[in-house]
Each structure stands twice: as structure tokens, then as C-alpha cells.
T-cell receptor, first 116, second 112 residues
């Protein structure tokens, strides 16, 4: 089956620094990837839709200058949390849509960000 | 918000029993999907049911969809301790461009 790799799985950083999270589709090409944020014991909230070769589409209320998304190739999308603050601490999960476009999404294992 | 709601929020059963989770959503959909999440991990796709389907089976899983009531249910039969996880329904809304909107989730605990 389709595999999505997300890295790093855990990251701790100081306030004010930037953190980059990578999402790779390992055995398929993903023209569209999605980035979600999840708070403890809560659901996933869609942050943005990442399209290869074009600008990401952000959901209402998500600061695009805060959460930079780059989808430079068909197998890699990155999320950069800029000037991180403690309130940015969360679980970030990416997902990718396969080339067959069945509607099913393939998820990475998530990245837990802790901002001190 | 178009986020769906699931009930119950939490469910605790004994191994061997069946577990039923319900999901309600708000607007017209192309499909509804169920995902499983183990604590602190990513999501695993379980089953997808299209808007023109009413029931679907996959192993011990049975999903129903009632578009008139905008609701779906997930039944896990003969539950096992390894089924302990959070379960989320997700809807692809018509006109939503393949985006999935996730429900609030049900935390299932299967005890030995």
C-alpha cells in the first residue's frame, strides 16, 4: 500500500525558532497533500492543502506567514512553523492523495512539536 | 463549521463484544470514510463508502450510510484488545475539492 513518511516524529524547540516538518510519499506520486493539526484528544483540523508546483491553499484562520508550506516535488511537501511559540505546540499530521484519486488519504505518522 | 460529530465520545467494552460508533454530518457528501488512530500515531484508513452506497463490509467492519439522515455507523464485530484506538469519520463534502473534514472521534477501549 501507499506509504507516507513524516519527519521528524518529535521535535522540541525554543520560542522564536523555526521548525521544518517533511512529508514524503515513498512509493507513489502525490499531486496533493494535506496538513492537519491535532490537539490532545481532539479531532484533526485541516490547516492547508498543498499542491505540487503551486501555492498552498490555507483554511480560514490559518496564518500562511506563520505556517509556510512548500510542495516542491511530487513526493515532498514541507511545513515550516516560523517563529514558533508555545501555543504552536501540537501534533501535526500530513496526508497525501494517491494518483488513483479514490478519495482515500494516506497519512504520515505525525510530528509532535513542543515549543518551550 | 462543517465538522461532523461522533457518538459516543468514549466507549468501553469487553473483548468479544461488538462496538458501534455513529457519525453525523451536515451537508451533501461525495463519500464518507472511517479512520483509526492509535495514540500518538498517524491515521489508518479503514473503509470508504460512497454517497450512493448504503452498506459496506470489510472483515470485521460494517459501515452503513444514511444520506437522508446524514449519518453513518461503524460496527466492529467480535472486538479484540488490539482494536483499542480512536476512530474518526471523515467526509468529503460535495464541492469541497477532495478535502476531508473529520468528526470529533470515538475513543474505543476493549478490555480483556
Amino acid at each position: 500500500g501507499a506509504v507516507v513518511s513524516q519527519h521528524p516524529s518529535r521535535v522540541i524547540c525554543k520560542s522564536g525558532t523555526s521548525v521544518k516538518i517533511e512529508c514524503r510519499s515513498l512509493d507513489f506520486q502525490a499531486t496533493t497533500m494535506f496538513w492537519y493539526r491535532q490537539f490532545p484528544k481532539q479531532s484533526l483540523m485541516l490547516m492547508a492543502t498543498s499542491n505540487e508546483g503551486s501555492k498552498a491553499t490555507y483554511e480560514q484562520g490559518v496564518e500562511k506567514d506563520k505556517f509556510l508550506i512548500n510542495h516542491a516535488s511530487l513526493t515532498l511537501s514541507t511545513l515550516t512553523v516560523t517563529s514558533a511559540h508555545p501555543e504552536d505546540s501540537s501534533f501535526y499530521i500530513c496526508s497525501a492523495q494517491g494518483t488513483e484519486n479514490t478519495g482515500e488519504l494516506f497519512f504520515g505518522e505525525g510530528s509532535r512539536l513542543t515549543v518551550l | 463549521s462543517q465538522q461532523g460529530e461522533e457518538d459516543p465520545q468514549a466507549l468501553s467494552i469487553q473483548e468479544g463484544e461488538n462496538a458501534t460508533m455513529n457519525c453525523s454530518y451536515k451537508t451533501s457528501i461525495n463519500n464518507l470514510q472511517w479512520y483509526r488512530q492509535n495514540s500518538g500515531r498517524g491515521l489508518v484508513h479503514l473503509i470508504l463508502i460512497r454517497s450512493n452506497e448504503r452498506e459496506k463490509h470489510s472483515g470485521r467492519l460494517r459501515v452503513t450510510l444514511d444520506t437522508s439522515k446524514k449519518s453513518s455507523s461503524l460496527l466492529i464485530t467480535a472486538s479484540r484488545a488490539a482494536d483499542t484506538a480512536s476512530y474518526f469519520c471523515a467526509t468529503e463534502y460535495t464541492g469541497g475539492g477532495n478535502k476531508l473534514t473529520f468528526g470529533t472521534g470515538t475513543q474505543l477501549k476493549v478490555e480483556l
